[in-house]
């Protein structure tokens, strides 16, 4: 198994809906964040968690939330789709800044 | 906002040659890391240098750091095609609690 899993893969949704992408982890790492990736501009930070009480916004939370339902479970949600947040969205962990992050396969978005 | 700015943003070479990428930042930073996209998959951590240290070596990867000119490169030696990916620095800055990311350089290596 993937030290952090990302579901789904793919997911086709309509404007308007509510929709749940989901990330487990193995690593046994108390940080956990969200990223979005737009073609040219890199990743930019959507929401970041350090531990289950610690929930915090990045640069792009406008549209999203986040539960951290355990240490091993960070999911993000769009509370009411639109078609620019159709972007691949990845979620990663770390045990702290002063490593490398470990990042999901990442979940490909569409909103129609 | 993005911080780290990566040069160039494409770059197509042969087998064997050295590719180098160029990142620019502009705050304080505790490290500086560079990771790697194969298309549309998860990135991959490299290698991390700290803000106290001027280069680093990992195989056959070179990354160097100059914290007054607030840029870093990476180097890649002997290049095969299986390196061919997008490769992205991203900078642990002074006050923030989480990484941020360049635009990333999308590198070719044509057999």
């Known amino acids: 198994d993937a030290d952090v899993t990302q579901t789904p893969r793919n997911r086709i949704t309509k404007t308007g809906k509510r929709i749940m992408l989901e990330c487990s982890q193995t690593?046994?790492?108390?940080?956990m964040y969200w990223y979005r990736q737009d073609p040219g501009l890199g990743l930019r930070l959507i929401y970041y968690s350090f531990d289950v009480k610690d929930i915090n916004k990045g640069e792009i939370s406008d549209g999203y939330s986040v539960s951290r339902q355990a240490q091993a479970k960070f999911s993000l949600s769009l509370e009411s789709a639109i078609p620019n947040q159709t972007a691949l969205y990845f979620c990663?962990?770390?045990?702290?800044?002063?490593?490398?992050?470990?990042f999901g396969s990442g979940t490909r978005l569409t909103v129609v | 906002s993005q911080q780290g700015e990566e040069d160039p943003q494409a770059l197509s070479i042969q087998e064997g040659e050295n590719a180098t990428m160029n990142c620019s930042y502009k705050?304080?930073?505790?490290?500086l890391q560079w990771y790697r996209q194969n298309s549309g998959r998860g990135l991959v951590h490299l290698i991390l240098i700290r803000s106290n240290e001027r280069e680093k070596h990992s195989g056959r990867l070179r990354v160097t750091l100059d914290t007054s000119k607030k840029s870093s490169s990476l180097l890649i030696t002997a290049s095969r095609a299986a390196d061919t990916a997008s490769y992205f620095c991203a900078t642990d800055d002074t006050g923030r609690r989480a990484l941020t990311f360049g635009s990333g350089t999308r590198l070719q290596v044509q057999p």
């Open positions: 705050t304080s930073i505790n490290n």
């Open positions: 990663a962990t770390s045990d702290s800044t002063a490593e490398g992050y470990t």
């Open positions: 690593k046994g790492h108390d940080r």
